[in-house]
């Protein structure tokens, strides 16, 4: 059975970097069946596309956030991390870590989501 646990701070300081890890269990994040993505929800505007790294590293940004955004992977571990960086209260949301399955083509399994608030 597949599972995703996000995992780093609740807090974080306006100007400051958000940094999340997401911890793979049950398939490998560098099989060539899948992607692996952030994204990031808020009441308003619902789910918002952060980011996406292959199977083979290579990462895709949201034109909006592309400026800010970092996703990298360690492979040893199994996992995958997103680093936003001059956050704002703007960025209080909730925030997924999720595998894109390529055959069909859809988001199949998702982690529990994880709270990050920006306040000083």
């Known amino acids: 059975q597949v599972q995703l646990q996000e995992s780093g701070p609740g807090l974080v300081k306006p100007s400051q970097t958000l940094s999340l890890t997401c911890t793979v269990s049950g398939g490998s994040i560098t099989t060539n069946l899948y992607y692996w993505s952030w994204i990031r929800q808020s009441p308003e505007k619902g789910l918002e596309w952060i980011g996406t790294?292959?199977?083979?590293?290579?990462?895709y940004y949201s034109p909006s956030l592309k400026s800010r955004t970092s996703i990298s992977r360690d492979t040893s571990q199994n996992l995958f991390t997103l680093q936003l960086s001059a956050v704002t209260s703007e960025d209080t949301l909730v925030y997924y870590c999720a595998r894109y399955y390529l055959y069909p083509g859809q988001y199949d399994y998702w982690g529990q989501g994880t709270q990050v608030t920006v306040s000083s």
């Open positions: 790294m292959t199977y083979s590293g290579s990462t």
